[in-house]
């Protein structure tokens, strides 16, 4: 079975000077191989297929069998590494908790423990009879989030 840390390194060496960065290498046991992309700015199928051709060259086909798919993390997946949260500082996201709740939020920020988010809440307000929506900014660790993808907003 090909290694996904060997091909990572590969394609990381391949995108160095590039704006293209690695999200994801998940290899099957049938050596069927999915390589993820991301780039600050976008992801066009001729740099897909010249990635896919330096990682070909970097294996025997005749030592291992394998299918190599090179592709765009793409809009409106979940996000994967810090440098996709950078990359979306300032946009509306969509989180969902581990506990099940599901937020619309401006990412404020992220590093390497966590994200920081600004999202509307429904509090009860002193001196006010029903719940007010208020504007909350909250941490979150990446253990407390199961996923987070841009959330794509249609106005």
């Excluded at 920020?109 to 719940?131: F, H, N, T």
């Amino acid at each position: 079975m090909i290694d996904c840390n060997k091909i990572k390194e590969i394609a990381q060496a391949q995108l160095a000077d590039t704006d293209l960065f690695v999200v994801s290498c998940t290899c099957s046991p049938a050596n069927e191989i999915e390589l993820l992309v991301d780039s600050d700015t976008s992801v066009s199928i001729d740099a897909c297929a010249a990635l896919s051709r330096a990682v070909e060259t970097a294996f025997d086909r005749e030592a291992e069998d394998f299918s190599l798919t090179v592709a765009s993390a793409g809009i409106g997946s979940e996000l994967r590494c810090l440098r996709q949260y950078r990359k979306l500082t300032g946009r509306p996201v969509e989180v969902l908790l581990t506990g099940g709740t599901r937020l619309l939020a401006t990412l404020l920020g992220a590093d390497a423990e966590g994200i920081d988010l600004s999202y509307p809440e429904k509090q009860a307000v002193e001196g006010k009879k029903r719940r007010q929506t208020v504007e909350v900014t909250r941490r979150f660790t990446y253990d407390e989030i199961k996923w987070t993808r841009e959330h794509l907003d249609y106005k």
